[in-house]
């Protein structure tokens, strides 16, 4: 065999190496990430946090004029389930635990006859909804690690003239939200309707007065028309921010894990290889010795 | 003189956070100034210019492309999706975006005008409303550059 296997080993040791190269390289590429992303969501609170100040002011002073824009719905005749997750794989669990949640909320819905449609952020959800034949009216795709402001707009532009004409009755997120460096969470939320203002629990006949006066230009239910799509927007940025951070906080985990990995694979691999090697030179000594001995042996009977 | 403090807040960052003494610009019911002490307000922005009078009387100009503004007695936010301060405006770039725009408009205009108003929103439609929204925003951007007075708009 002299050294067959040893040859084997060692090209399967270069190709681990190798690879572990990709995945350090991958790591370190999502651990920069992970701080640029951490700092677009820091920037980005301040305009959420306004808009979202400016709605619940413009809500309270438009009362139940608001109507079917605030609160949840009793039973939603029809609703749009938007997944996000990523353009890419190589982050461990974060595009299925989405996606699984996502098809488990839309086959919930199919369940109770309730119609429902499904849209799509990042190329993964693609395959995987079409894998199980669920069909997907519009994905996007292109930016999941690096979204922009008008990449929420053209989500958001797709999704709020739905629920405006009422085609749709409600709006939920399947989405990872980003708690922590630490902690991420898989979570389904309302997106359409708004989310009740805080503090503002009973809107059925009186407004609660905020004390104050406040002014409008326009007048609150107009300047609601005008809010609603700007506040989705943001509220679809922000979860868009979360889910890079995210992403990019999961494919850092994955690398790290896989390139530990790679390296006790090596290590594994370079012990078989050695053993693999001795093997083969004390087979050799064998053999010579055995060679030796043959002819001493032969040697011996011919004197005799 | 009285100052308050103001801030001007995109969704990529804070562009803007100051103490002034007035604030110009645009909301849908018009030109308005808000000083310290201001009754409480939100309103809807217009697109267009946007000054902010410092403390020592020199100005902040910026450009907003829509958004809205909340007063309070101490504190003026402007929050706008897009937003970029005058020194940042790249006057070449939004010349030729807004030619090209201008260019695309007539274009769109003219082949919409052709195949007449069929309802409902086309693709053109909406590409022309795109073309449209470019144009405008060259148009802000330029203003408040402070180079489209020569040319109107």
């Known amino acids: 065999m002299a050294g067959g296997q040893e040859k084997v080993l060692r090209r399967r040791i270069r190709t681990v190496q190798a690879t572990k190269k990709i995945t350090r390289a991958f790591e370190l590429i999502a651990a920069s990430q992970i701080v640029r992303a951490q700092n677009r969501l820091t920037g980005f609170r301040p305009y959420l946090k306004g808009i979202a100040d400016i709605l619940a002011e413009a809500a309270a002073d438009a009362g139940h004029t608001a109507g079917r824009v605030l609160g949840v719905p009793e039973s939603p005749q029809r609703v749009l389930v938007l997944a996000v997750v990523a353009d890419r794989g190589l982050c461990g669990a974060y595009n299925a635990n989405v996606l699984r949640l996502a098809e488990r909320t839309v086959r919930g819905f199919q369940a109770d006859g309730v119609d429902n449609q499904l849209v799509s952020v990042g190329r993964k959800a693609q395959s995987f909804f079409r894998f199980r034949r669920l069909s997907v009216e519009q994905s996007f795709s292109g930016f999941s690690d690096r979204p922009t402001f008008e990449d929420a707009r053209r989500v958001s532009e797709v999704i709020t003239p739905l629920f405006l004409a009422e085609e749709v009755d409600q709006v939920l997120i399947v989405s990872t939200r980003f708690l922590s460096a630490g902690t991420q969470v898989v979570e389904t939320r309302q997106l359409l309707p708004l989310p009740e203002p805080t503090g503002e629990r009973d809107t059925d006949d009186e407004p609660t007065r905020r004390e104050g006066y406040i002014e409008f230009e326009p007048e609150s239910p107009d300047l609601l028309v005008e809010l609603v799509p700007r506040y989705v927007e943001a509220a679809l940025f922000g979860a868009l921010l979360e889910a890079a951070a995210s992403e990019h906080t999961a494919r850092q985990r994955a690398m790290a894990a896989a390139t530990e990995n790679a390296d006790e694979l090596a290590k594994t691999l370079t012990r078989d290889m050695n053993r693999a090697r001795q093997d083969a030179i004390t087979t050799e000594i064998m053999e010579i010795v055995g060679g030796a001995e043959a002819l001493r042996q032969a040697a011996d009977a011919k004197k005799e | ?153």
């Open chain 2, 1 to 153: 003189m009285a100052t308050f403090a103001a801030s001007l807040v995109t969704p990529e960052r804070v562009l803007l956070e100051e103490e002034v003494q007035t604030v110009f610009l645009r909301t849908d019911v018009g030109d308005s100034a808000y000083m310290p002490g201001h009754t409480p307000l939100i309103g809807a922005l217009v697109p267009g210019l946007v000054r902010f009078q410092l403390e020592d009387g020199t100005e902040e100009r910026a450009a907003v492309h829509g958004g809205f503004v909340q007063v309070e007695h101490d504190h003026v936010t402007v929050l706008a999706p897009i937003a970029e301060r005058a020194q940042e405006i790249d006057v070449g770039r939004a010349r030729r975006a807004l030619d090209a725009a201008t260019q695309l408009v007539t274009e769109l205009g003219g082949t919409r005008a052709g195949t007449g108003d069929a309802g409902g929103e086309t693709e053109a439609d909406r590409a022309l409303s795109d073309a449209e929204a470019a144009q405008r925003r060259a148009e802000v951007r330029l203003e408040v550059a402070g180079v489209i007075d020569s040319r109107g708009s």
